[in-house]
Every structure is written in structure tokens, then in C-alpha cells.
């Protein structure tokens, strides 16, 4: 698995290159990025940590970091959804934690993830305690594919205890 500090490395190169800004806040964006790691290890490409991945790279493709909806939720709301990309605007105003509205279209969410091709052999469940499992912040709804939740959501603070499992994901 590459390092996170690697990967950001990458991303912080393409935002210059590309006049993008990066989050701030260290925390924040070494969480968002560590989730973008785990994910490139598991599924091979950068689906966003904050959305469920159906495993298949086409269907996914919409949510492969940076994605579709970055360009009009920096827009709207000075931050994509993962608040990894912000503007300066939403610098200013102090990095504001209320998540934003999910932009993906609700229906491609319930198709991909009911049209999953990943084998139900690969996925882990909580007998064998391979994997990793995707985490829930109840607070605010971020999701996190990792091994254990983040001391703090890095989208609306709330501390590790608030996280719950919301599903499993694949194994790896
Ligand atoms: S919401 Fe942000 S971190 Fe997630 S895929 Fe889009 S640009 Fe990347």
C-alpha cells in the first residue's frame, strides 16, 4: 500500500498544477487521503472514501477521486463532498463541518450497489474478521472504508465512538 503521505504528494502536485486547493486541515485531509489509500490497495483505483463502492470501475467511475461532483459542489458549497477539495472562500469562513448534500444521483447509488460484481465469496464478514469494513459516522453520514473508525470524523468532529458499522466491504 502506498503511504498517505505519498498519495498526497500526487494529489497536492495535480491541485497546483490544476489551480485547486487542498483542505487545510492536516487531520482532515490525511483522513480523506488514508481512505483513498485503503481504497486504492483494495479496489485498485481512488473510489471516494466517503461513498459506498460497487468494486467495478465502470460504475464507479462517476466517484473515482477527483469526481464528477467535485467541480459543481466547490461551486455551491466551497467543498466537495469529502471536503478534501475546498475553495478559498470556505478557507475563510473558518472550514464550516455541516456536511453538504450528496450530489449523486440517489438512483446510481441503489443500482450500483445492488449490481455489485464483487463475488460474495470476497467479502469479509464479522466471523472471520478479514477485511475491512465500512464505517458510519451517525452524526453526519460520512463513510469510511478502513479497519477501524477514525479517532474523529473528519467532516463533522464527532469522536470515534459515533461511528457504527454500516456495512461490510470487500476483502482484500
Ligand atoms: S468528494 Fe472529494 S475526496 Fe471524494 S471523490 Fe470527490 S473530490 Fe475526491
Redesign the pocket.
Known amino acids: 500500500m502506498r503511504s498517505v503521505k505519498e498519495i498526497e504528494e500526487e494529489i497536492l502536485a495535480e491541485a497546483e498544477k490544476t489551480g485547486y486547493m487542498l483542505n487545510p486541515d492536516k487531520d482532515i485531509r490525511e483522513s480523506?487521503i488514508e481512505g483513498?489509500s485503503i481504497n486504492e490497495d483494495r479496489l485498485g483505483y481512488?473510489?471516494?472514501?466517503?461513498?459506498r463502492a460497487s468494486g467495478n470501475r465502470m460504475a464507479d467511475f462517476d466517484?473515482?477521486?477527483?469526481?464528477e461532483?467535485?467541480d459543481p459542489?466547490l461551486k455551491e458549497y466551497g467543498r466537495?463532498?469529502?471536503?478534501?477539495?475546498v475553495t478559498q472562500s470556505y478557507i475563510d469562513k473558518g472550514l464550516p463541518t455541516d456536511p453538504i448534500p450528496e450530489r449523486r444521483p440517489e438512483k446510481k447509488i441503489i443500482k450500483y450497489a445492488e449490481s455489485s460484481n464483487i463475488d460474495d465469496s470476497q467479502k469479509i464478514n464479522e466471523k472471520s474478521g478479514k477485511g475491512i469494513k465500512i464505517w458510519r459516522c451517525q452524526v453526519c453520514g460520512y463513510l469510511c472504508a478502513r479497519p477501524e473508525p477514525p479517532s474523529i470524523c473528519p467532516i463533522c468532529r464527532a469522536k470515534k465512538e459515533r461511528f457504527e458499522i454500516f456495512s461490510f466491504s470487500i476483502g482484500q
Request: with cysteine; proline share 9%.
Open positions: 480523506i483513498l481512488w473510489s471516494c472514501p466517503c461513498r466517484i473515482i477521486c477527483p469526481c461532483y467535485r459542489d466537495c463532498y469529502c471536503a478534501l477539495y
